[in-house]
């Protein structure tokens, strides 16, 4: 089971939980977003996708209480993903029901985040991406 504990010692904290400064949700992520971008560093050339052509779409919902809810629609169907989200120290921290704990830095610029994470690449297998979202709501 994992343990969510918000943190007492940040501006953008909602009904601390614990005494310790661990995560904390930052208000500027809640609400949802959508992938718009994928910038990979697979060859010796950068290359973007829009997730038209890498054949997916994501959306992501983050919720003030600390759970997030994300769909994936891709060629092999539609997945949907929940979990519990933090942030500490500009990482961004998800927890999907089941699965270990995932950490990815990211910034914010107004209504767009970048989150550094890893995407499959066929005949190479996982490389390092930046995925661009823009928050809709």
Known sequence: ?????????????????????YLYIDKVLVGTWELNKITTNATVTTLEFTPEQAGI?????FSADGTFQSTTTSSE?????????????????IKIEGEEEETS?????????????????????????VLEFTKTN
Do not use: M, Q, R
């Open 77 to 93: 169907g539609v997945e949907v993903d929940t979990g519990t989200w933090g942030v500490k120290d500009a990482v961004l921290h």
């Open 57 to 61: 779409a994501l959306t992501s919902t």
């Open 105 to 129: 830095a990211y910034t914010l610029n107004g209504n767009v985040a970048t989150i550094e994470s890893v995407v499959p690449l066929a005949g190479v297998g996982d490389i390092p991406a």
């Open 1 to 21: 089971l994992f343990s969510f504990l918000l943190i007492s010692c940040s501006d953008y904290v909602d009904n601390p939980t614990g005494p310790e400064c």
